[in-house]
Structures are given as C-alpha cells and as structure tokens.
C-alpha cells in the first residue's frame, strides 16, 4: 500500500522532468510528510502538459454524500480494471503523481517503525494514479486522486507487502495517453529492486503535523526512543 508520501524537489527540476507547468493557481511546496485528504502535485491526461493539485482520496462520481462513502487512497494495479469505482477511471482519467520517496511500517502495533523508500540520488519518480471529479449539488467541483499498488519488490518486501506503482520514465506516456487494457496493466508492475533503497526514520513521521526536511534522515534504531518522536 502507500498512505505517505513526499515531494521536496525544486519546481524546476520537475517541469524539466515531467515537461509541465504548474496550472495558474498552483503553487510546488516541498512537502515532506503527505498524507491522505492532503494535495498531491498531478499531471492528469486531459492535461497533459499542466501540474495540478488533487485531493487524495478517491471520491466515486456517483457519491451523494461524500462523507458517506469510501475514499480509497490507493487502488490494485491487479484489480483495478474490474472494479466498479475505479474501471471507468482506469479506461478514461488516469494521471501521473509526480513524488521522491514513500514511507512504510515494519513491526508490531504500538512500536511499528517508519522506513523511508526512495531513489538512492532522490530523483523524482511517478505513481500510476486515477483521477476522478466529484460535483456538489451547489455545483462546486472536487478533484480526487488514487494511487495504484502492486506487489512489493525486494527492497520493500520485508517491510510490506505491498507498494505503490512507480512507473519507469519511458513507461509514463503509455499509462496517460492510454491504449488497450494490456498495454496500460502492463506497466503496472513493481518497480526495480535496484533503483530504490530503505532505510529508518524518525517516529515524527508518525504524525502528518510533522513535515520537514528532518524527517528524510536515516536514524539509528537504537538511538530512536519514547513518545518524544511524535511531538510536533
């Protein structure tokens, strides 16, 4: 699964990257600790030349009330064509979620300890999302997200069994421009073991009120104590 992320990487480096502007009222912040219901920085493939900020958290088109529904923050690259929420968004609203690394939990509850999964340069990379827009009856719009899992590599297995997809750069305009269904699942699959690496981090990434450049530091897990990890 992936329920954080981060993206600290100076805007320019990303338009360079993902051949994008930011959208006229779009602002890239680094962001070091997202959370679920927080902005992810996206670029959709109606836009395909334009960085935009989502909601993350999937809200189906269909929802009444969108406090009375579900939210998924991610989906199952395995199922995700089938599955009645995200099938007409996997055929038609897809995006790429532009990030530098995700955090992951190992241990037993009450002591779990995060791991941070990057790039080992800290490059840029992007999940494979879906998009949705969801429309009050007022007739206000709200733009959500999701972002796709697959199976764990051998870096992220012996933390999770699940991880986000992360697409290889030449795979990206295959997953927005689209095709058929086995081209699009085809490149949903675990990223190369070789191209990322984990390491520990401070439990003050435990609370999304945390989000500083601190928080990407590797720790010794024997220094790492107490309830004083979580403080703000």
């Keep these: 699964m992936c ?13 360079e990257r993902f051949d994008a502007t930011p959208a006229e009222d779009v602002t890239i912040r680094p962001r070091y600790n997202i959370a679920p219901r927080d902005e992810l920085l996206a670029v959709q493939n109606d836009a395909p030349q334009e960085f935009d900020l989502l909601e993350w958290g999937f809200l189906p088109q269909w929802a009444d009330d969108p406090e009375d529904v579900p939210r998924p923050i991610n989906a199952r690259s395995e199922t995700v064509a089938e599955k009645s929420m995200f ?9 790429l979620l532009p990030a530098d690394g995700f955090y992951e939990w190992k241990g037993t509850r009450g002591s779990k300890q995060p791991y941070r999964i990057e790039r080992p340069d800290r490059s840029p990379y992007a999940y494979a999302g879906l998009w949705e827009t969801w429309t009050s009856a007022e007739g206000d719009p709200r733009v959500t997200c999701t972002i796709l899992t697959t199976e764990a590599n051998e870096v992220v297995e012996p933390i999770h069994d ?3 997809v992360i697409l290889e750069q030449q795979h990206e305009e295959t997953w927005l421009s689209g095709g058929s269904k086995d ?3 085809s490149v949903l699959k675990p990223y190369p073991s070789d191209k990322l690496h984990a390491y520990p981090v401070s439990k003050r990434v435990n609370s999304p009120g945390n989000d500083s450049a601190e928080l990407l530091d590797e720790i010794d897990i024997g220094e790492q104590s107490g309830l004083g990890e979580f403080g703000g």
């Design 183 to 185: 081209e699009l699942q």
């Design 162 to 164: 699940r991880m986000p």
């Design 3 to 15: 329920g954080r992320t981060s993206l600290a990487i100076d805007p320019a480096v990303l338009m």
């Design 87 to 95: 099938r007409e968004a996997f055929e038609q609203r897809r995006c």
